[in-house]
């Protein structure tokens, strides 16, 4: 069986080894696993020491030691899988094995990859080495353990086709099939370690079935009938005696499993060769298969043998008499009415069933109907009643006001007697198709002929608008307030980079949105270059903004749905908006928000063209949003507005609108890549999110908002050269940034709240770096000691400890490549640190670079071979940026490849960035390295500010 072992392995060798990076992941992968179980190891030895009572009463077993099996596995991901079974099973955590499988699915390829089958292939070979090295009375820790890591991996099953990894272990049965290699031959004796390796393995094998994990029980009918059921050699007593010692294995393991299929032939392991795997042996006088009566005879065979002293070995005895009771006890609870569980209804299995062992029956689904008659439910049905979680992955749970007013809306349009699609939220009316006009529709803006544009004047508008505000439009560093504070002058300058919108231009816009969605079935809009804009903000920009698709895209959930509801209202009431005057502050910031959307729409069709018909017209709704901005900051800010409601009255929900619109001004700076205000926005948000983060509930969409608008603020921080040196201060260093877990950072940026949290304070020790250096002065004691400690928990961070609660475990695509965006910006953070604070050597800095460089080319990869590019997301650039402007000359070449990929995706910030990267490159092949970052030279001279994002 070890000769089969090393043949395969030998086979796979060459196919592995020429499959670097995989390796070089997977090696990664499995030691931060491999790590936080060898913790929670150390932990649990720790607690037993401390303990002596307990320690008494439950003695610490052995260590396993892998290590002779390691010496024969040479090859990845062999070794990165003996490390995380050798952890677990050394583990007295009872979550080890949960651990370890999450360690192991980690590990394996894509589903879709060609590297998947060699992969398990490797991972089958391993566990059954490891079973064949484990006692075969060990439980937990032991070859229970082996057996518990299987069945966590089944919980980790994604996909919803007919072949699940890891629901149904895939190819296991296959492998057990081509491995089972029996080494009891009648022309040769078994040598010792052979035989107690076959009892090992046979032991893995019948607690598999047992725990219904496998379904290969026509190996321990093998055994059963080589030992029971043949007569005995006097010349080949060790033969004879494995033979008994494995087959008692079988049933003191998968006992109750054997005498159900024996009971009961409807419940047979399938398939069965019914020639060879159930076939008798010559003393068993019956029909083949499995049955009572040949159940009997196992067992009276196993008892002639624990009582024959002359023929058997002690240990032969004992290993009867154990099976004799083990068929003795399935026997009686085969003869018991089965225990009777209430199943606890969880999905997708019940929790009560697995904890007790059994096999779940299911559950149905009871539907009641409660007629006129009844006022309420009866109490029965109430205690079954199952709570569902509010909202819609499309439409976020707002406030039951809100729901009303989206249904009033859409009853009081159903009573006109207008023909048209409406909408109002989620909800919403529309006519058959068949009852409209038709017409073809394009869906972007260059394919409309100029003559048929429905609004000409806008171009017209927008053109004198970028001579006659070219200075206006631009706002000095030194206007820029420090908070947007309610008397404060300032801020309401922030915004008036253009006249003031009239309201016959917004009401003309408005009006000729009725539906912007062509899913509803509007047809004839009055304008169809705005209805086109905003479709393609919502199925284009929107998630091309960011780096996976999530149903809780900001950009679409939030932005989008508040802009559509101020254009259908306005679209349903003309009066309504003919009127916009600074009191109305929810009308003004959703209307502001509708221009910053047309805005980022129209830069994202304009691309790299600056001068051409979508520029202008994105000019045009960017000096249109900031008006009507104004209008909102206005009211929202005086001490008292004309409805009489006082500034402390105000809702949450004004400044949640007013922080969108600011918000989304920064988007589209990014998608113009001029840069010339996102900061402005992004300081002026700064009390905005004071006054809302002391009053937000969590997980809503203003908590979302906020931790935008923080983690914003931080990019924006860690490449501004602008920044003041800053003295030491513990508050500052400390003070909490993101509100909850942060988990939304993790589909809106690729990165988890704990590596923003290291980026704001990396930035924060750099400044205090730079004032220290600045002023000749010792560094205090209490930085030093900060800077050592935020080094080691960058450098020991891993993913193993985010649990990206925002992906579901089945998206495998998703869910690789948010880890692989993850541990890009990881590695990128200990460049920065690196760059910014403490020095590393080259060779460091290099392989840091190397490995930013492998992780977002692999991204890029990926989505080309599983076709998730079919919808484009583009991938954050802060780790590339950091990262490629650290290369040495050798390595350009592969950031210059993915830089053009990245222009791909039309974000005009982009070109910016890497145009700052080119100049760096020459920057560093022509001076001398003064102890600053080349980029932040760069920066300096140029007088610009860049937000890589």
């Given at each position: 069986?070890?000769?089969?072992?090393?043949?395969?392995?030998?086979?796979?060798?060459?196919?592995?080894?020429?499959?670097?990076?995989?390796?070089?992941?997977?090696?990664?992968?499995?030691?931060?696993?491999?790590?936080?179980?060898?913790?929670?190891?150390?932990?649990?030895?720790?607690?037993?020491?401390?303990?002596?009572?307990?320690?008494?009463?439950?003695?610490?077993?052995?260590?396993?030691?892998?290590?002779?099996?390691?010496?024969?596995?040479?090859?990845?991901?062999?070794?990165?899988?003996?490390?995380?079974?050798?952890?677990?099973?050394?583990?007295?955590?009872?979550?080890?094995?949960?651990?370890?499988?999450?360690?192991?699915?980690?590990?394996?390829?894509?589903?879709?990859?060609?590297?998947?089958?060699?992969?398990?292939?490797?991972?089958?070979?391993?566990?059954l080495d490891v079973a064949q090295a484990l006692p075969h009375d060990s439980d937990k820790p032991g070859q229970g353990a082996l057996v518990a890591i299987l069945f966590e991996l089944q919980q980790c099953a994604k996909g919803d086709s007919e072949w699940r990894l890891w629901k149904d272990l895939p190819l296991l049965s296959n492998f057990m099939d081509e491995t089972w290699t029996d080494p009891v031959r009648k022309d040769e004796i078994i040598d010792a370690q052979s035989a107690r390796m076959w009892r090992n393995q046979n032991a893995f094998a019948a607690r598999c079935v047992g725990a219904g994990v496998g379904e290969w029980a026509h190996f321990g009918i093998w055994q059963l009938r080589a030992a029971l059921e043949e007569s005995r050699e006097a010349d080949q007593a060790e033969n004879q005696e494995c033979l008994i010692l494995v087959a008692s294995e079988w049933v003191i393991h998968s006992g109750p499993r054997l005498l159900q299929w024996a009971q009961d032939e409807d419940k047979e392991p399938e398939p069965f060769d019914w020639g060879t795997d159930v076939a008798t042996g010559t003393l068993f006088q019956g029909n083949p298969g499995l049955s009572h009566r040949r159940w009997k005879f196992w067992k009276d065979r196993f008892n002639e043998v624990s009582k024959d002293t002359a023929l058997w070995s002690e240990g032969a005895i004992a290993a009867a008499r154990e099976a004799v009771g083990s068929m003795a006890e399935a026997?009686?609870?085969?003869?018991?009415?089965?225990?009777?569980?209430?199943?606890?209804?969880?999905?997708?299995?019940?929790?009560?069933?697995?904890?007790?062992?059994?096999?779940?029956?299911?559950?149905?689904?009871?539907?009641?109907?409660?007629?006129?008659?009844?006022?309420?439910?009866?109490?029965?049905?109430?205690?079954?009643?199952?709570?569902?979680?509010?909202?819609?992955?499309?439409?976020?749970?707002?406030?039951?006001?809100?729901?009303?007013?989206?249904?009033?809306?859409?009853?009081?349009?159903?009573?006109?007697?207008?023909?048209?699609?409406?909408?109002?939220?989620?909800?919403?009316?529309?006519?058959?198709?068949?009852?409209?006009?038709?017409?073809?529709?394009?869906?972007?803006?260059?394919?409309?002929?100029?003559?048929?544009?429905?609004?000409?004047?806008?171009?017209?508008?927008?053109?004198?608008?970028?001579?006659?505000?070219?200075?206006?439009?631009?706002?000095?560093?030194?206007?820029?307030?420090?908070?947007?504070?309610?008397?404060?002058?300032?801020?309401?300058?922030?915004?008036?980079?253009?006249?003031?919108?009239?309201?016959?231009?917004?009401?003309?816009?408005?009006?000729?949105?009725?539906?912007?969605?062509?899913?509803?079935?509007?047809?004839?809009?009055?304008?169809?270059?705005?209805?086109?804009?905003?479709?393609?903000?919502?199925?284009?920009?929107?998630?091309?903004?960011?780096?996976?698709?999530?149903?809780?895209?900001?950009?679409?959930?939030?932005?989008?749905?508040?802009?559509?509801?101020?254009?259908?209202?306005?679209?349903?009431?003309?009066?309504?908006?003919?009127?916009?005057?600074?009191?109305?502050?929810?009308?003004?910031?959703?209307?502001?928000?509708?221009?910053?959307?047309?805005?980022?729409?129209?830069?994202?069709?304009?691309?790299?063209?600056?001068?051409?018909?979508?520029?202008?017209?994105?000019?045009?709704?960017?000096?249109?949003?900031?008006?009507?901005?104004?209008?909102?900051?206005?009211?929202?800010?005086?001490?008292?507005?004309?409805?009489?409601?006082?500034?402390?009255?105000?809702?949450?929900?004004?400044?949640?609108?007013?922080?969108?619109?600011?918000?989304?001004?920064?988007?589209?700076?990014?998608?113009?890549?001029?840069?010339?205000?996102?900061?402005?926005?992004?300081?002026?948000?700064?009390?905005?999110?004071?006054?809302?983060?002391?009053?937000?509930?969590?997980?809503?969409?203003?908590?979302?908002?906020?931790?935008?608008?923080?983690?914003?603020?931080?990019?924006?921080?860690?490449?501004?050269?602008?920044?003041?040196?800053?003295?030491?201060?513990?508050?500052?260093?400390?003070?909490?940034?993101?509100?909850?877990?942060?988990?939304?950072?993790?589909?809106?940026?690729?990165?988890?709240?704990?590596?923003?949290?290291?980026?704001?304070?990396?930035?924060?020790?750099?400044?205090?770096?730079?004032?220290?250096?600045?002023?000749?002065?010792?560094?205090?004691?209490?930085?030093?000691?900060?800077?050592?400690?935020?080094?080691?928990?960058?450098?020991?961070?891993?993913?193993?400890?985010?649990?990206?609660?925002?992906?579901?475990?089945?998206?495998?695509?998703?869910?690789?490549?948010?880890?692989?965006?993850?541990?890009?910006?990881?590695?990128?953070?200990?460049?920065?640190?690196?760059?910014?604070?403490?020095?590393?050597?080259?060779?460091?800095?290099?392989?840091?670079?190397?490995?930013?460089?492998?992780?977002?080319?692999?991204?890029?990869?990926?989505?080309?071979?599983?076709?998730?590019?079919?919808?484009?997301?583009?991938?954050?650039?802060?780790?590339?940026?950091?990262?490629?402007?650290?290369?040495?000359?050798?390595?350009?070449?592969?950031?210059?490849?993915?830089?053009?990929?990245?222009?791909?995706?039309?974000?005009?910030?982009?070109?910016?960035?890497?145009?700052?990267?080119?100049?760096?490159?020459?920057?560093?092949?022509?001076?001398?390295?003064?102890?600053?970052?080349?980029?932040?030279?760069?920066?300096?001279?140029?007088?610009?500010?860049?937000?890589?994002?």
């Amino acid at each position: 069986m070890e000769n089969n072992h090393k043949t395969g392995e030998e086979g796979l060798e060459e196919d592995v080894a020429s499959r670097p990076k995989i390796e070089l992941e997977s090696s990664s992968r499995s030691a931060d696993v491999a790590s936080q179980l060898n913790k929670t190891v150390q932990s649990s030895l720790e607690e037993e020491e401390s303990n002596p009572v307990k320690s008494e009463k439950h003695a610490p077993q052995s260590k396993f030691d892998l290590r002779e099996i390691k010496a024969t596995s040479l090859i990845e991901p062999a070794i990165s899988i003996l490390n995380i079974i050798e952890t677990a099973l050394n583990s007295a955590s009872p979550g080890s094995a949960s651990i370890a499988a999450q360690g192991l699915d980690l590990l394996c390829p894509p589903t879709k990859s060609r590297d998947i089958g060699d992969y398990i292939w490797i991972l089958w070979t391993m566990f059954l080495d490891v079973a064949q090295a484990l006692p075969h009375d060990s439980d937990k820790p032991g070859q229970g353990a082996l057996v518990a890591i299987l069945f966590e991996l089944q919980q980790c099953a994604k996909g919803d086709s007919e072949w699940r990894l890891w629901k149904d272990l895939p190819l296991l049965s296959n492998f057990m099939d081509e491995t089972w290699t029996d080494p009891v031959r009648k022309d040769e004796i078994i040598d010792a370690q052979s035989a107690r390796m076959w009892r090992n393995q046979n032991a893995f094998a019948a607690r598999c079935v047992g725990a219904g994990v496998g379904e290969w029980a026509h190996f321990g009918i093998w055994q059963l009938r080589a030992a029971l059921e043949e007569s005995r050699e006097a010349d080949q007593a060790e033969n004879q005696e494995c033979l008994i010692l494995v087959a008692s294995e079988w049933v003191i393991h998968s006992g109750p499993r054997l005498l159900q299929w024996a009971q009961d032939e409807d419940k047979e392991p399938e398939p069965f060769d019914w020639g060879t795997d159930v076939a008798t042996g010559t003393l068993f006088q019956g029909n083949p298969g499995l049955s009572h009566r040949r159940w009997k005879f196992w067992k009276d065979r196993f008892n002639e043998v624990s009582k024959d002293t002359a023929l058997w070995s002690e240990g032969a005895i004992a290993a009867a008499r154990e099976a004799v009771g083990s068929m003795a006890e399935a026997e009686t609870r085969q003869g018991k009415e089965p225990a009777k569980v209430k199943c606890d209804a969880s999905r997708p299995k019940c929790h009560r069933c697995i904890k007790a062992n059994i096999e779940c029956q299911g559950y149905n689904v009871p539907l009641y109907w409660i007629t006129d008659e009844e006022s309420h439910a009866p109490s029965a049905i109430k205690r079954q009643a199952m709570k569902l979680p509010l909202g819609v992955p499309h439409w976020r749970a707002g406030q039951i006001n809100d729901v009303d007013e989206h249904l009033q809306d859409v009853d009081g349009y159903k009573a006109t007697e207008a023909r048209e699609a409406y909408a109002s939220g989620p909800f919403g009316v529309f006519t058959s198709r068949s009852q409209l006009p038709t017409k073809p529709s394009t869906s972007l803006i260059d394919t409309l002929p100029v003559e048929d544009t429905p609004m000409p004047e806008i171009f017209e508008e927008a053109l004198d608008e970028r001579e006659a505000n070219t200075e206006t439009a631009s706002i000095e560093e030194d206007d820029v307030i420090e908070d947007v504070h309610p008397h404060s002058e300032n801020a309401l300058s922030l915004y008036t980079a253009g006249p003031a919108a009239e309201s016959q231009d917004i009401l003309h816009i408005c009006h000729s949105l009725i539906n912007p969605f062509p899913m509803l079935g509007r047809e004839d809009s009055k304008d169809i270059l705005v209805q086109q804009l905003m479709h393609n903000y919502v199925h284009n920009v929107a998630t091309v903004l960011q780096p996976v698709v999530h149903s809780g895209n900001a950009y679409s959930s939030i932005y989008a749905t508040q802009a559509m509801a101020v254009a259908l209202k306005s679209s349903k009431n003309e009066n309504e908006i003919q009127h916009l005057g600074p009191s109305n502050i929810a009308l003004n910031s959703k209307t502001a928000l509708l221009y910053a959307l047309l805005t980022s729409s129209a830069f994202f069709l304009r691309g790299s063209d600056r001068f051409g018909e979508a520029d202008a017209l994105a000019t045009s709704f960017r000096l249109k949003a900031q008006a009507h901005l104004q209008l909102a900051l206005k009211s929202l800010f005086d001490p008292k507005t004309s409805s009489g409601q006082s500034s402390s009255e105000k809702s949450l929900s004004d400044y949640e609108g007013v922080l969108s619109v600011m918000l989304t001004l920064v988007t589209a700076d990014v998608l113009d890549g001029q840069m010339n205000e996102f900061w402005i926005h992004l300081d002026a948000t700064k009390g905005l999110v004071r006054n809302l983060r002391q009053h937000v509930l969590p997980g809503s969409q203003a908590e979302h908002l906020i931790n935008i608008s923080y983690f914003l603020r931080t990019l924006s921080d860690s490449l501004d050269v602008s920044n003041e040196p800053l003295p030491w201060s513990r508050d500052i260093y400390n003070a909490p940034l993101f509100l909850g877990d942060g988990s939304t950072l993790e589909f809106t940026y690729g990165v988890t709240a704990k590596l923003a949290g290291f980026i704001r304070q990396t930035c924060i020790l750099a400044r205090n770096t730079a004032y220290y250096r600045s002023n000749d002065t010792d560094l205090p004691d209490e930085f030093l000691a900060a800077r050592e400690q935020l080094l080691a928990r960058i450098s020991e961070w891993h993913i193993s400890q985010e649990p990206l609660v925002s992906f579901s475990k089945s998206d495998d695509i998703t869910l690789l490549l948010i880890s692989k965006h993850i541990l890009a910006f990881a590695t990128s953070i200990r460049i920065y640190y690196h760059t910014r604070v403490l020095p590393c050597d080259q060779d460091t800095l290099q392989f840091l670079v190397r490995s930013v460089a492998s992780q977002l080319t692999e991204i890029e990869d990926i989505k080309k071979r599983t076709g998730y590019n079919v919808i484009p997301t583009a991938t954050i650039s802060w780790p590339g940026f950091i990262a490629s402007c650290q290369a040495s000359a050798s390595d350009r070449p592969v950031w210059a490849k993915w830089w053009n990929q990245m222009l791909e995706y039309r974000i005009g910030n982009i070109s910016n960035l890497w145009t700052v990267v080119q100049e760096t490159w020459a920057l560093q092949d022509s001076e001398l390295d003064d102890g600053e970052p080349y980029w932040a030279v760069v920066l300096r001279r140029r007088g610009t500010r860049i937000l890589a994002i």
